[in-house]
Nanobody
Framework: QVQLVESGGGLVQAGGSLRLSCTAS????????LGWFRQAPGKEREFVGA????????VYADSVKGRFTISRDNAKNTVYLQMNNLKPEDTAVYYC?????????????????WGQGTQVTVSS
């Protein structure tokens, strides 16, 4: 079992930055790949990015590539989502998720554990 808790959300103006954190407890953090997803009102949850267990390989959705960066600190059981140059369309609840697999990290169904989400609102 893994428990995930996100933090760092808030209200920011367009062009600004936020850093989200997701801290895990309950199991061996370094055994899991971590993903970030988001869900805007009335829309399906979508993939943002993911980082593999070792932290040396990341993948991003095209919509955030070049603006968002995922990193992890296995010693602190924490994964981060640095979001720069935020746009109003980035407004959503952001979720982190953990999976024991290393394949298809952009797909929701491969993730076994989810956090409760943190709200990010970008004003224009």
């Amino acid at each position: 079992q893994v428990q995930l808790v996100e933090s760092g959300g808030g209200l920011v103006q367009a062009g600004g930055s936020l850093r989200l954190s997701c801290t895990a407890s309950g199991s061996t953090f370094s055994s899991y790949a971590l993903g970030w997803f988001r869900q805007a009102p009335g829309k399906e949850r979508e993939f943002v990015g993911a980082i593999r267990r070792s932290g040396d390989n990341t993948v991003y959705a095209d919509s955030v590539k070049g603006r968002f960066t995922i990193s992890r600190d296995n010693a602190k059981n924490t994964v981060y989502l640095q979001m720069n140059n935020l746009k109003p369309e980035d407004t959503a609840v952001y979720y982190c998720a953990a999976t024991g697999t290393f394949l298809n990290l952009s797909r929701l169904r491969v993730y076994d554990y989810w956090g409760q989400g943190t709200q990010v609102t970008v004003s224009s």
